[in-house]
């Protein structure tokens, strides 16, 4: 029978209905039962995309033993990471104090107060390598509640005050940072710089957009050496990214992370994040060097959301999982046993699929092209667990000139057609299981790409895929007063969280560049965020999980990771919104989440590179560029192509003209440097 999970809307939730885990939701209800049993709670936090939730439900969530051990010692809570995230960065701060890492599936033994006592990540169902097992753990763990309870709360009590407090701490208001800091980050960046692979740092390495985005912005500040390095790093970056595994060569797109350091082997799901922030980087990439690849893999993903992610609703599914079956009529053995999936089978090739949908010639221009070998392609550093073996991940090891050399100059159109054959041939195979809810944060991000898209590429259908997701969400998800986190068939029940507020703002004021009425709706967005979320002591915007009444935690969210921090996107949105609207007061509060965030940007720039380019714009000025009427084709264009990293863009009546604002100082824009 199906547990308590089975009326959910999350397909993180309704992957675990059929455990024999008596899951139950986040509630004050769970936490009450715990209480009347006496007993702690166990709680899972993970995400339907993640490869090691998948092997943690397999090997443990499934196995009718070890739920019976979690069922007796626990009232056993599982929460979808993406619904709440407030809930997952409240306990990730206690395991990573604790253990000295974090990731996904995380879990933690918490008292019925809510107060976390043990924590970690993936366990294994038996004693490995030195680890203990699971269900081992669920014992011992249960049998200290009982007979050293003391203990355990004491424990627990100093945990969560020493967490307190370190997130408690009152913001320092102070000056904002010197411009130093500006030079001193492009040195941190060098020295972190992989000068053979691009990106930053060893293995494994994550695209982490943010970085790059504000290099661009400050080779745009910067003349000279400075300029140069920013440049360099950048392009060096974009080009390996895309000739690597990580990105999709059939689809487009991006997968999550590469697990080595060359951008060869990635870890296979694709995020909607990603590709919203990878098509904003490929564009202004284009823009800031002219380099017309850059323009062409944004397209590629511009191709893949709106083919692959796009809800009939308008907005934008969540993610694509790296797991999938593979098909028997490919494996090259016996049939797999059961429906077991494996990590990159839809995305991975052996080499003889190839060799049976092409012809000869095709097929050797193909496998040259894209490194396509006969026993697969992986080294071993990138899998070192053989789960590659005979398969390939594909990667451009051989660019269009190399390639005209060596087959011919047909060989460019040869290799198109040959993609198009496979990426058909791709479609008829299992599909991996899609996050098909639509989540505010992510959808907001996307809307921006969308339409910086239509706005450089003049291309109407990323405006109308925009719009479609701005109204989507307008009408489903925002109440007059109120945003709501996500939807799936209806909408949840969990409100929105800064995160939401802050990247749909960022994604209407690019929409607003094409239609300047939906900007009514960011300044009642951004009201909101203001008196749910503000905190004048923090100077910042908190989030918070609450639990009998009370905060658990409060967190000033203060990292531009995988996602940038809310507080710095809002940063950059209430200077953009100061110079649209002339209002004032939305940049006197950008001014305090800067000063707030003033010791951060002089000792770890390179942890909140969002919040340094708002300091840029801080420092040199919001442009405001009016587009009156319809300028000529050829203002028009240049304005397209020219990179303006510190421009806001709307539109009016006129006699087609540009009028460039920088404070009220208001000038003919007419294309030319300086």
């Known amino acids: 029978m199906a547990n308590a999970l089975a009326d959910e809307t999350s397909p993180y939730l309704l992957q675990h209905r059929d455990n024999p885990v008596d899951w139950v939701t986040w509630s004050e209800a769970a936490f009450a039962e715990a209480r009347r049993r006496d007993v702690l709670v166990f709680l899972s936090v993970g995400y339907s995309t993640c490869h090691w939730c998948h092997v943690m439900e397999r090997e443990s969530f499934e196995d009718e033993a070890i739920a019976a051990v979690m069922n007796e010692h626990f009232v056993c809570v599982k929460v979808d990471r993406e619904e709440r995230p407030d809930v997952d960065a409240t306990y990730m701060a206690f395991v990573q104090a604790t253990t000295g890492q974090g990731g996904w599936p995380m879990s933690v033994w918490l008292t019925p107060e809510g107060k976390p006592v043990v924590g970690g990540t993936y366990f294994p169902p038996q004693d490995r390598q030195g680890r203990p097992g699971f269900p081992r753990i669920c014992t011992e763990i249960g049998r200290l509640w009982r007979d050293d309870r003391d203990k355990m709360e004491e424990s627990a009590a100093k945990v969560m005050a020493h967490l307190r407090k370190e997130s408690a701490a009152e913001a320092v ?70 000739a ?129 070998e006969s026993g697969g392609n992986a080294r071993p550093e990138s899998d070192p667990h053989g789960e590659l073996e005979g398969r390939n991940t594909l990667y451009r090891a051989l660019d269009e000139p190399t390639l005209v050399e060596r087959f011919g100059e047909d060989a460019p159109d040869q290799l198109a057609a040959a993609r198009k054959t496979l990426l058909e041939a791709r479609g008829g195979r299992p599909l991996p299981h899609r996050d098909d809810k639509l989540v505010t944060a992510w959808n907001g991000l996307m809307i921006a790409a969308l339409a910086r898209g239509a706005r450089v590429l003049a291309r109407e259908d990323l405006a109308t895929a925009a719009r479609g997701a701005l109204e989507f969400l307008k009408r489903e998800l925002w109440d007059g007063g109120r945003l709501w ?179 009220d100082a208001c000038r003919p824009w007419t294309g030319s440097p300086g």
């Open 485 to 663: 986190r996500s939807f799936r068939g209806r909408r949840g029940e969990v409100a929105a969280f800064p995160a939401d507020h802050a990247f749909l703002i960022s994604g209407i004021i690019e929409m607003a560049a094409l239609e300047p009425d939906w900007l009514g709706w960011a300044i009642e967005l951004q009201a909101a965020l203001d008196r749910d979320w503000w905190s004048d002591e923090r100077a910042g915007y908190l989030m918070r999980a609450e639990l009998h009444g009370e905060p658990l935690l409060e967190i000033r969210e203060d990292y531009d990771g995988a996602e940038p921090a809310a507080n710095h996107v809002a940063a950059e949105n209430l200077l953009k919104l100061a110079a649209l609207t002339g209002n004032e007061a939305f940049g006197t509060r950008a001014e305090a989440i800067l000063r707030g965030g003033a010791r951060q940007l002089e000792t770890q720039a390179f942890a909140c590179p969002v919040l340094l380019g708002a300091l840029d714009l801080k420092l040199r000025g919001v442009a405001k560029m009016e587009l009156r009427g319809e300028p000529s084709e050829e203002l028009a264009s240049k304005l397209r192509e020219r990179f303006l990293p510190r421009a806001v863009f709307t539109r009016s009546e006129g006699p087609g003209e540009v009028i460039e604002c920088l404070g």
């Open 173 to 242: 208001v102070r000056g904002l940072p010197d411009p130093k800091v500006f030079g001193d980050f492009i040195d941190r960046c060098e020295a972190m710089f992989d000068p053979e692979w691009g990106g930053w740092g060893g293995a494994p390495k994550f695209p982490r957009p943010v970085l790059p985005r504000v290099l661009l912005q400050l080779a745009e500040r910067f003349d000279g050496d400075e300029r140069e390095a920013c440049l360099q790093m950048v392009e060096r970056t974009l080009r390996a990214m895309a």
């Open 244 to 372: 690597g595994g990580m990105h999709d060569q059939l689809g487009g797109g991006f997968h999550r992370y590469s697990v080595d350091r060359y951008w060869h082997v990635p870890h296979y799901e694709k995020m909607l994040y990603d590709q919203a922030q990878l098509a904003l980087l490929y564009l202004e990439g284009w823009q800031a060097t002219g380099e017309d690849e850059f323009r062409r893999v944004a397209e590629a993903v511009f191709e893949y959301v709106l083919r692959d992610l796009k809800d009939s609703g308008g907005a934008f599914h969540a993610a694509e999982d790296a797991d999938s079956v593979e098909s028997r009529a490919e494996s090259g053995g016996p049939p797999a046993s059961g429906e077991e999936k494996l990590e990159g089978a839809y995305w991975t090739w052996r080499g003889e699929e190839i060799s049976e949908r092409l012809d000869p010639e095709s097929a050797a221009i193909f496998c040259a092209a894209f490194g396509v």
